[in-house]
């Protein structure tokens, strides 16, 4: 699973986004302002490039005009106002040189100055040609020289020039409408991501932290009302989703601690109550075993005294399990000795048989040529686990069904196995429980199955349940030897 992103480097990258997007808006200004300017420029220069043609060639003619009179009227200024002309219109080619940029501009500027320098040289001779013969045919072949020669080829190149700086103003207007589009784009581009991001935004404080922190509460609204169940998805930013997993564990410490609570009540309660039943047992079998022992007389017949014997014995034991019993709410201290095996079995089997007839089961010992001989163990604790493990094994057992039972040696390991074919335990035994566990049987105590636990333990064995298919329950436990 992806490990959740901390809060705190989710809120930089949304402020780095968001600085982002404001260097993008700024950037799209700068942009735009860039290429507005530089468009303004560019038009001005066009604008000036136009209006010194415009003005040179009213120079020009202004400067024809001087001539005529010059020549026609003898007017003695006029030459003085030419010259003045020629200077104006030197100074406008001047500037148009410094503003004309391109090969194009920079021929057709050319071309203008070339041909008024034709006409700076050729029409002072046409003139002085009409002084010399001044009749009207002169005169009207001043004109169409004039007319057809001279500002004919000038306003040819003048159009060509003015037609020229048309088309690069055209060019210009079409870039600036490019630009104006591209600053619309490079403009609307971060406000659509200042949507998104404000989308994204919504959407990550819903699922990182509203909903988070909706979860949290609830959780501890149920842990206050003891539901310590109850978990917290563990999601959203790294500090909730931690914040969930620390109110996890401290609602599994406390299930923890109130289930230990419990169990301890409950062994406090035991310890009042089982040392007052053992002793309102053990007294009643004081009184039987005395009796037994004094009516066990010679002569008495051998069934009799089989029957007086099985009473004694059967009260011993009884006693045994007795003291089993109380030291189950206690530390207990195995007794090791080498005891055979079938013994301890014949003695846990032995007051089940009555059960075991009632339910007509048959109990198959498999392995029967590996029991071992003798066992180094504990013999009463082992035969009251045996007897609570069969008695168990009895009572889950439908009637005419079998009960097997295996036990071999191997490597220095006991290993018996006690197989039903009842239905099944509807638990899995807790091996660390110090409690009674839930009991299968209508008036059970759950104590067989814990003090199983113990014995093993005590015995530094191990014990394990496990359903078998296609029903019943397999017992195996193993004692070192």
């Not at 002309?85 to 001047?94: N, V």
């Not at 021929?107 to 008024?116: D, I």
Request: glycine share 4%.
């Amino acid at each position: 699973m992806q490990k959740p992103k901390s809060l705190r480097d989710l809120l930089l990258a949304h402020e780095l986004i968001f600085v982002l997007l404001i260097l993008l808006s700024v950037a799209g200004g700068v942009f735009g302002i860039h290429l507005w300017d530089k468009s303004a420029k560019e038009s001005q220069r066009i604008h000036f490039l136009v209006q010194e043609i415009q003005q040179t060639r009213g120079d020009l003619y202004r400067q024809m005009k001087e001539l005529f009179d010059a020549f026609f009227l003898n007017d003695q200024d006029a030459k003085n106002e030419y010259k003045t002309y020629t200077e104006s219109i030197l100074k406008h080619f001047d500037k148009l040189d410094a503003l004309a940029v391109g090969a194009e501009e920079v021929q057709a500027v050319k071309e203008l100055e070339n041909n008024y320098k034709l006409f700076a040289n050729d029409a002072p001779d046409m003139f002085y040609r009409y002084q010399a013969s001044p009749n009207e045919k002169s005169r009207k072949a001043l004109y169409q020289d004039m007319e057809t020669g001279i500002f004919t080829r000038y306003e040819a190149v003048s159009k060509h020039a003015e037609d020229l700086l048309l088309i690069k103003q055209n060019e210009l207007k079409m870039r600036l409408n490019e630009a104006k589009r591209a600053s619309m784009a490079i403009l609307i581009i971060p406000i659509l991501l200042a949507g998104l991001l404000l989308t994204l935004s919504r959407l990550f404080l819903k699922r990182s932290i509203i909903n988070p922190i909706n979860a949290i509460m609830q959780a501890t609204s149920e842990i206050s009302a003891g539901n310590l169940q109850h978990k917290v998805p563990e999601t959203g930013a790294q500090e909730l989703a931690t914040l969930s997993h620390e109110i996890n564990k401290m609602a599994d410490d406390l299930q923890t601690s109130r289930d230990a609570l419990v169990r301890s009540e409950k062994q406090a309660a035991m310890g009042l109550l089982v040392p007052m039943l053992a002793h309102n047992i053990r007294n009643p079998l004081a009184s039987i075993r005395a009796t037994a022992q004094i009516i066990e007389v010679k002569k008495n017949d051998k069934e009799t005294r089989e029957s007086l014997d099985g009473i004694i014995n059967t009260v011993d034991r009884l006693e045994r399990w007795t003291g089993a019993l109380l030291a189950y709410l206690h530390p207990i201290k195995p007794q090791l000795k080498l005891i055979p095996f079938d013994s301890i079995l014949e003695g846990a089997l032995l007051p089940l048989t009555p059960k075991i007839r009632e339910k007509n089961i048959y109990l198959e010992f498999k392995n029967t040529e590996d029991i071992p001989k003798e066992l180094r163990t504990d013999e009463h604790l082992l035969e009251q686990m045996l007897y609570n493990l069969l008695l168990n094994a009895i009572d889950a057992s439908s009637k005419n069904s079998s009960i097997t039972i295996s036990a071999i040696l191997n490597r220095n390991t006991f290993i018996c196995t006690i197989s039903d074919q009842g239905t099944g335990m509807p638990f899995t035994p807790d091996p660390h429980s110090q409690s009674p566990g839930p009991s299968t049987k209508r008036f059970g105590t759950g104590l067989g199955i814990p003090f199983a636990f113990k014995v093993c333990e005590v015995l530094e064995g191990s014990i394990a349940f496990e359903s078998v298919s296609p029903q019943g329950t397999r017992i195996t436990f193993t004692l070192p030897q």
